[in-house]
């Protein structure tokens, strides 16, 4: 036979996948053709050296931190799974809703505004997780900004032609939250603008998009060890996220409606 | 509750870190993209964590991260890819007959790093996934997200493409 070591499927056997009959056609092959022995030592040798002279390139210790630090940040919440019997996730998602209906009946009397409720529903879980999820990616490497500015004249037009909406853009520097720049996100399928703001070394991002027209007040949740805090204003969809503690955020957030009202009230008058 | 999560994401996707550092460190060819590769490659493994109802956690990391490199790649616009057009013409024609059956003796090794570098992406992971990981044909083709025999044919042919560079080497730039 003139197969010349060219026998097919000699690779293939060199990298383990031959059996049944294709084996043990090639086993007898190989028994009378000392080409094929030779071309199947040649692969066999080629892959050992391959696979002991190309670089190992294992993940740093620093990659390592990051990745545990990301993945603790963005825990999700549902459905719970892996060895969980199918009963038991319905039953925490009850307490977590208990847990949460009590701890907004604390804040609401604790608070001067009027918060509104919380709703548990995994609509606004999944939003929540959404949003942290985006807040994490947001703070890796060049995923930031789009535009790097703490002028609000500079960050606000930007915006402009590149989402339907014209999110009010105030910068808080006089308070210790500078205005650093923002970019475009997506949040529910939807074009967001992103404002970055940072307190301390918390970065805090204000994504902003499209709503119907009903205003509501703010609202907060909590998510993988962040803070959300929701309102609704002017057809616009507020979401602020930190690592910030709930009162540093939420006194920003009502920094933020604050000032907002008061341009739309001098607009009006 | 909720810690059940991160935890089983940990025991399942966390061991396989180092495949997939150095998958993509050979896709993007430096440590800076490829870091941002596999946590980015994390983070959507996380998203999409809760879908995942299979054992094999490294096949599905591994296309997780595979998929984000190309993407990486394709916005960077590498000048290290090259395409199959710029590889050796020869290289296709060349098999096993032509070569000396002690070839791999008298390879020059310490090239074969810059030598799998010239190789196209498609040809480098299946490189990679084989000779490093180990991986079965069947598991490459979960990865790569191509049929068997493609796995066969581009595995055949980065073979010889390396084969002659490391025998012949050319500017690789």
């Known amino acids: ?269 | 509750m909720d810690s059940a999560e991160p935890s089983s994401f940990e025991v399942v996707i966390l061991p396989h870190l180092d495949a997939a550092f150095n998958l993509a460190r050979h896709l993007t060819g430096n440590d800076v993209d490829a870091e941002d590769v596999v946590q980015s490659a994390c983070l959507r493994a996380l998203q999409y964590f809760v879908g995942f109802h299979g054992t094999e956690g490294r096949q599905w990391f591994l296309a997780i991260t595979r998929n984000v490199a190309y993407d990486v790649m394709r916005r960077r616009r590498s000048a290290l890819m090259i395409s199959l057009d710029d590889a050796p013409k020869h290289a296709e024609q060349l098999t096993i007959a032509d070569t000396d059956a002690s070839l791999h003796e008298t390879l020059a090794w310490e090239q074969l790093d810059s030598a799998v570098r010239v190789l196209s992406m498609e040809f480098r992971e299946v490189m990679i996934l084989r000779e490093v990981e180990h991986m079965s044909y069947a598991e490459i083709a979960v990865v790569t997200g191509v049929p068997i025999g493609t796995v066969m044919s581009r595995l055949s042919r980065a073979r010889r493409q390396l084969r002659v560079l490391l025998t012949a080497p050319v500017e690789a730039g």
């Open chain 1, 1 to 269: 036979m003139h197969c010349a070591g060219n026998f097919a499927s000699i690779e293939q056997h060199a990298d383990g996948e031959l059996q049944g009959v294709e084996l043990e056609t090639l086993r007898a092959h190989l028994a009378g053709c000392a080409e094929c022995r030779a071309a199947l030592d040649a692969h066999r040798g080629f892959a050992r050296h391959m696979t002991s002279s190309l670089t190992y390139y294992p993940a740093s210790d620093r990659l390592r931190a990051r990745v545990r630090t990301a993945v603790r940040m963005t825990l999700p919440v549902a459905p719970d799974r892996f060895d969980v019997p199918a009963a038991t996730p319905w039953v925490h998602r009850r307490w977590r809703t208990a847990a949460i209906a009590a701890t907004l009946a604390l804040s609401v009397l604790g608070t001067r505004d009027v918060i509104g409720v919380l709703r548990s529903s995994s609509a606004s879980t999944s939003r929540n997780r959404e949003l942290v999820a985006n807040h994490v990616r947001s703070l890796m490497p060049g995923h930031l900004m789009d535009v790097e500015s703490s002028d609000r004249h500079t960050v606000k037009p930007w915006f402009e032609g590149r989402i339907d909406i014209s999110p009010p853009v105030f910068d808080f520097t006089s308070d210790s939250i500078p205005l650093l720049g923002g970019r475009l996100d997506v949040v529910g399928g939807h074009s967001a603008a992103a404002l970055v703001y940072r307190r301390r070394s918390h970065i805090i991002n204000l994504f902003v998009w499209a709503a119907d027209s009903t205003d509501e007040t703010i609202r907060d949740g909590q998510q993988a060890g962040h803070h959300v805090i929701m309102w609704r204003r002017g057809g616009m969809r507020f979401a602020a996220v930190s690592t910030l503690a709930l009162s540093s955020l939420r006194q920003f957030a009502e920094m933020y409606v604050a000032r907002d009202s008061a341009v739309s009230a001098a607009a009006d008058r």
